[in-house]
């Protein structure tokens, strides 16, 4: 059993990271050379990273399922609440992309931040446009 902030879940999580680098580098022995036992090591490596992954996961599920239960013995109602939505809903990926005038998608914030702007420059002239008109009319 691993204790928190110890020496040995440190040297656990190591020991995890590195099996998980070995078999990336087995990975790419394969497919520089495709033999039969570079095949057998890559698979006997992924194997024991996706072992390695699966436990990580499961123990973070064991977590979190803690956190929502001391949240409810608390009375911790809103953040109860919150993680339970949070739980159920899984890991959603956000996509911040805007298209440009001739309908490329833009995914630096960047260029995003400076088309908005341009976006908003125009649409103030088009207003500033319109109130000299009605105040035109007006005179």
Known sequence: MVRKGGK???????????????????????????????????????????????????????????SIKVDRERAGTRKYYQTVKRFRKGFQPRLNACKDNSGKLIEEDDKILELWARCFKTQLKKNRVKKRRVMKKCI
């Open 8 to 66: 040995e879940k440190k040297n656990g999580l190591t020991k995890n990271v590195e099996r998980l680098k070995e078999k990336s580098n087995m990975r790419k022995i394969m497919l520089q050379r495709m033999t039969r036992r570079s095949k057998a090591t890559y698979r006997e490596h992924r194997r024991t990273a996706n072992k390695i992954c699966r436990e990580r996961k499961r123990e973070m599920l064991k977590r979190q399922i803690e």
